[in-house]
């Protein structure tokens, strides 16, 4: 058995605008590469953390993946330990699942080094309890996909019941991130603890309708649906140029446009490739009239989650 394995997590999109905590996708060519080597003492720590975000905290008790790691490690009852060591592709604080990543790489590449096999919903609990020391709460909406891959709703977490959700594969997704930092504790805080019902009812229609356009390949129900009634509003302003950037994608016909995540990084799903670029010059043009820089990705939704690659670290931010 290896002493050693790398796994690359990918980046991921939580809430896709209906589906606050509970629906996410992964995203492609943008993600974290986690390195877990296996010791003989038993205590978990932190290599080097390198790449796009080298201050994160190194404390064991700090750190989202040798969290993920010890909750795996005392959920087996194991004699040794684990030491892990991350390479940051993905931008901290950018809404892009970062602390997810890191978390589902650190279980995936430790459960690759015990004698027994794991299936994504056994280690869901522990990237989960990983990502929690990031953001303060229990959710789903990264970690789900950035471990089962595709685009995912998870119905409950305890028992795990994660549920494929098929996506037209015209679709493509395109994110654009402003140079900010926004802390997802943060952006939660600013979140009421009620919802109108009357709200929480049109929510709900368009998350059904959301997910019947997917089932049923049918783009304009899903350009009807992606709307987010509930969070945005209140998140909107932490960004500047929000409504701005979310006009410009819209008015070039994206089928929705909404925060991923929380934030600062806009989503707009479109209609293949050329579609796209249009709409992500459209959006980064939007930020720079407000004097905000931008990188943006386009992506498809891959349908593959965290995966081994046994390559040593690199300067790779794909696999
Ligand atoms: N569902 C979480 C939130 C995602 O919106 O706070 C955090 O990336």
Known sequence: MADQVTVFAPASMG???????????????????????RLDTPTVRVG???????????????????????????????DGGFEVSIEKGIPLGSGLGG???????????????????????DLLPHALAGEAVASGDLHPDN???CLFGGLVLTREMTPPDVVPIPVPSDVRCVLVRPNRVLHTRDARACLPDT????????QTAHLGAFV??????DLALIGRALRDLIVEPHRAALIPGFADVQDAALSHDALGCSLSGA??????????????????????????QHDVSAEAWISPIPSEGARITNLPPSDSQSP
């Open 15 to 37: 809430n896709v605008a209906v589906g606050y905590d509970v629906l996410g996708g992964a995203i492609d060519g943008l993600g974290d590469r986690v390195t877990v080597r």
């Open 48 to 78: 080097s953390i390198t790449g796009r975000a080298p201050d994160l905290p190194t404390t064991p008790a700090d750190n989202t993946a040798s969290v993920a790691l010890r909750s795996l490690r005392d959920a087996v009852g194991l």
């Open 99 to 121: 602390s997810a990543a890191s978390a589902v790489g650190a279980v995936v590449a430790g459960a690759a080094l015990l004698p027994t096999s794991w299936s994504p919903a």
């Open 143 to 145: 970690v789900a996909p």
């Open 195 to 202: 919802v109108p019902l009357s709200k929480s009812v049109r």
């Open 212 to 217: 019947a356009g997917c089932y049923r390949d």
């Open 263 to 288: 934030g600062p990084t806009l989503f707009a799903w479109c209609t293949g490739p050329d579609h796209a670029e249009r709409v992500r010059d459209a959006m980064i043009g939007a930020f720079t």
